[in-house]
Nanobody
Framework: QVQLVESGGGSVQAGGSLRLSCVAS????????VGWFRQAPGKEREGVAQ???????GYIDSVEGRFTISQDSAKNTVYLQMTNLRLDDAGLYVC??????????????????WGQGTQVTVSS
């Protein structure tokens, strides 16, 4: 089981930026799909972005063009750069991973390794 530790959350005004980090206990590149999910109070956990073992990125429509997922294999880290943050981007951001030799699926039921999350607060 890969261990995942997130950091980088905080409070920011709408329009601001944050970079989240997800450090894995082993290099995910070439082996794991890694996804970023978020959960706002009273809402279901939703997938935001993911990166495949080969580095292919995917996003939900609401963050396309504002968020960028990337990985640094030397640091076993997957990043989520978030820009032009909106009030509805707030929530607990959690990274997840799953070994895959095929397509990644940005769904909370598909991923089977989870971190504890980092909180993102966006104010007006």
């Amino acid at each position: 089981q890969v261990q995942l530790v997130e950091s980088g959350g905080g409070s920011v005004q709408a329009g601001g930026s944050l970079r989240l980090s997800c450090v894995a206990s082993e290099n995910p590149s070439g082996k794991y799909c890694v996804g970023w999910f978020r959960q706002a109070p009273g809402k279901e956990r939703e997938g935001v972005a993911q990166i495949s073992p080969a580095g292919t990125q995917g996003y939900i429509d609401s963050v396309e063009g504002r968020f960028t997922i990337s990985q640094d294999s030397a640091k076993n880290t997957v990043y989520l750069q978030m820009t032009n943050l909106r009030l509805d981007d707030a929530g607990l951001y959690v990274c997840a991973a799953r070994i895959s030799s095929g397509p990644c699926v940005l769904n909370k039921s598909w991923y089977n390794n989870w971190g504890q999350g980092t909180q993102v607060t966006v104010s007006s």
